[in-house]
């Protein structure tokens, strides 16, 4: 699954995202075995880091559950800055790092 990505200072999810989510959360329904980590993360350096990502990764989630993904087969995690994909200072660099990962860890 892509990366969900998030706008500078937000957890509001894009359209595109809902998107890319809905055919998630379908694929979950249809593999019922299936468990699914959510890693949030976030561009910004400062305290609001760690906040930032738990609200985007509570945004996933909650937009999977209310597609019909159950809640038991989701565990989430919130990690700030500490995880860069990319560690230059071009917008697109940090644009890359707003992110939620979703990742399948068991079917």
């Given at each position: 699954?892509?990366?969900?990505?998030?706008?500078?200072?937000?957890?509001?999810?894009?359209?595109?995202?809902?998107?890319?989510?809905?055919?998630?959360?379908?694929?979950?329904?249809?593999?019922?075995q299936?468990?699914?980590?959510?890693?949030?993360?976030?561009?910004?350096?400062?305290?609001?880091?760690?906040?930032?990502?738990?609200?985007?990764?509570?945004?996933?989630?909650?937009?999977?559950?209310?597609?019909?993904?159950?809640?038991?087969?989701?565990?989430v995690?919130?990690?700030?800055?500490?995880?860069?994909?990319?560690?230059?200072?071009?917008?697109?660099?940090?644009?890359?790092?707003?992110?939620?990962e979703?990742?399948?860890?068991?079917?």
């Amino acid at each position: 699954m892509e990366n969900v990505n998030f706008k500078y200072g937000s957890s509001d999810l894009q359209q595109k995202c809902k998107e890319k989510l809905a055919t998630f959360a379908a694929w979950m329904q249809n593999n019922p075995q299936a468990r699914v980590s959510l890693d949030g993360h976030s561009s910004d350096a400062d305290d609001r880091s760690q906040a930032l990502a738990a609200k985007r990764v509570t945004a996933v989630k909650n937009e999977l559950v209310r597609l019909g993904a159950s809640p038991n087969r989701i565990t989430v995690g919130a990690y700030g800055n500490q995880a860069p994909v990319c560690s230059q200072s071009t917008s697109a660099c940090l644009d890359l790092n707003r992110r939620v990962e979703i990742l399948a860890v068991g079917s």
